[in-house]
């Protein structure tokens, strides 16, 4: 039987290249809170289970502020590229705003 041809997580991650190694710490994170609390839902300790399952929420919405700060940073370089097809000189504007 075939493996599937999954791509390494770190390279799936939409992340600044900055931010790939806590990233990848963050996604490390996720699925061994996963992992825990489905261990001790197994051993029917539904607290720790509860315990693990807010963890992994913690873990992942520090994931989701790094691909959202990707976000804005490609909507950034988006508004530059346009201001500098239209003729405007970014550097001039950045000054401005200093």
Not at 10 to 16: I, P, S, Y
Not at 45 to 52: F, K, P, Q, T, V
């Given at each position: 039987m075939k493996q599937p041809n999954y791509q390494p997580r770190?390279?799936?991650?939409?992340?600044?290249p900055g931010?790939?190694?806590?990233?990848?710490q963050l996604l490390d994170c996720c699925?061994?809170?996963?992992?825990?609390a489905r261990t001790a839902m197994y051993a029917n300790?539904?607290?720790?289970?509860?315990?693990?399952c807010k963890e992994l929420l913690r873990c992942k919405r520090d994931l989701d502020k790094?691909?959202?700060?990707?976000?804005?940073?490609d909507k950034l370089v988006q508004i530059v590229e346009e201001?500098?097809?239209n003729?405007?000189?970014v550097s001039?504007?950045?000054?401005?705003?200093?």
């Open positions: 770190q390279d799936a991650l939409n992340v600044l931010d790939m190694k806590l990233a990848a699925d061994y809170a996963t992992f825990r300790d539904l607290a720790e289970a509860e315990r693990w790094l691909v959202e700060r990707k976000k804005e940073h201001m500098q097809r003729g405007i000189d001039i504007v950045a000054r401005g705003i200093k």
